[in-house]
T-cell receptor, first 113, second 113 residues
């Protein structure tokens, strides 16, 4: 009964380093999302995918890339981390097809020094 | 521009009272509105969804109203308990493709024993 699983849970990077955050869902959902959450800013959409092999930009896509090679996985990449990318990152999935109820993972807390 | 507003100040209420949280929006024509609960260090969890043609929705001690003329939703928790203490987020669909939702910044509720 895993739902949406994010790895890692915590990470500290130095400026300029790269990393990939992994999101996996076992609910056979079509849609998947990456959000960042910062104090006072709420959840902001970075990128999303409405199906395997598709991706689209959200509200704050700069500095991030994503891939969805398999339906159950959605990867978020930071090519050259910056301190402004220090945040809590949440992955979510949704069945799609009209009503977009979001199922969230537990989050990844990222610090960029 | 599109905007979703929730009271950024924490709401403190006594145990047993009814908590009322507000979600106001501008420049949206949502087909539905959702409410989520978020506990510290965890991802949001879906609570209730109300469609544009519904005035009110109930689930146990929770009640949501949706006034598309006022562009407002109210979220009520009756007979509040300390365990209800959390941040509550409203979310609106993207008024077209239904591929994504936009979240408000949330209101922190503290129920005092």
């Amino acid at each position: 009964n895993a739902g949406v699983t994010q790895t890692p849970k915590f990470r500290v990077l130095k400026t300029g380093q790269s990393m990939t955050l992994l999101c996996a869902q076992d609910m056979n959902h079509e849609y998947m999302y990456w959000y960042r959450q910062d104090p006072g800013m709420g959840l902001r959409l970075i990128h999303y995918s409405v199906g395997e092999g598709t991706t689209a930009k959200g509200e704050v896509p700069d500095g991030y890339n994503v891939s969805r090679l398999k339906k159950q996985n959605f990867l978020l990449g930071l090519e050259s981390a910056a301190p402004s990318q220090t945040s809590v990152y949440f992955c979510a999935s949704s069945p799609g097809q009209g009503i977009n109820i979001q199922y969230f993972g537990a989050g990844t807390r990222l610090s960029v020094l | 521009s599109q905007k979703i507003e929730q009271n950024s100040e924490a709401l403190n209420i006594q145990e047993g009272k009814t908590a009322t949280l507000t979600c106001n929006y501008t420049n949206y024509s949502p087909a539905y509105l959702q409410w989520y609960r978020q506990d510290p260090g965890r991802g949001p969890v879906f609570l209730l969804l109300i469609r544009e043609n519904e005035k009110e929705k109930r689930k146990e001690r929770l009640k949501v109203t949706f006034d598309t003329t006022l562009k407002q939703s109210l979220f009520h928790i009756t007979a509040s308990q300390p365990a209800d203490s959390a941040t509550y987020l409203c979310a609106l669909d993207d008024s077209g493709g239904y591929q994504k939702v936009t979240f408000g910044t949330g209101t922190k509720l503290q129920v005092i024993p």
